[in-house]
């Protein structure tokens, strides 16, 4: 999966009415891991991310970062680890780390991420989005396993802005842009891109 890491998910996304209702930018090249903890590990898995990250493990649906890498609570149990600078080494030196503490997935190239912002972000979402998203009810550092449309995603509020990123699966990815497209129209839908 590492030589879809550096490929954009989302090279097809477009520009679609006139304004910035919605900002979309693609984050290409993020090292991520699906991280499940082992029976009764829980504590030795928290101390573990904690010395070698200077992370505090999230419990429940909530995510906290330090230096480019951020822990997701998606589950009982259950963790998605993003490195911002994907580095081929990340999830096995993950895979060290943890142990006998949890198991870990490689998702680097199943997943794309996009970020979203602008003013009319909310209105947008909540056209398929099934949980409530207003920041009294989502504020920054939530998470989110649900669906958009029918389609699997992880949201986690990044800030106040609100800016949101979702993840979907690299397969579906192609639907879920079609109904960001035609969601964000009446607004407006900018899409910025990066050298990530």
Known sequence: MHDLVNESVFASLRPIGSGNGVVAVERVGLAIATVLLRRGKLGELSD???????IALPVGPKWTANNGIAFLG????????????????????????????????????????????????????EKGVQIDL?????????????????????????????????????SLAGSFQHWLEVSAAVHGLSVQRTSD
């Open 48 to 54: 573990t991310v904690k010395n070698n990250f200077n």
């Open 74 to 125: 998606t589950g009982p149990g259950k963790w998605l680890a993003i490195s911002e600078t994907h580095d081929v080494a990340f999830v096995r030196n993950l895979e060290t780390q943890l142990q006998g503490q949890a198991s870990v997935v490689e998702q680097s190239g199943g997943l794309g991420v996009l970020r979203l912002t602008g003013p009319a972000l909310l209105d947008t979402l």
């Open 134 to 170: 207003a920041p009294e009810v989502f504020p920054a550092g939530s998470v989110a396993v649900t669906s958009i449309a029918h389609i699997g995603a992880t949201l986690w509020n990044v800030d106040d802005g609100p800016t949101i990123d979702i993840a979907v699966a690299r």
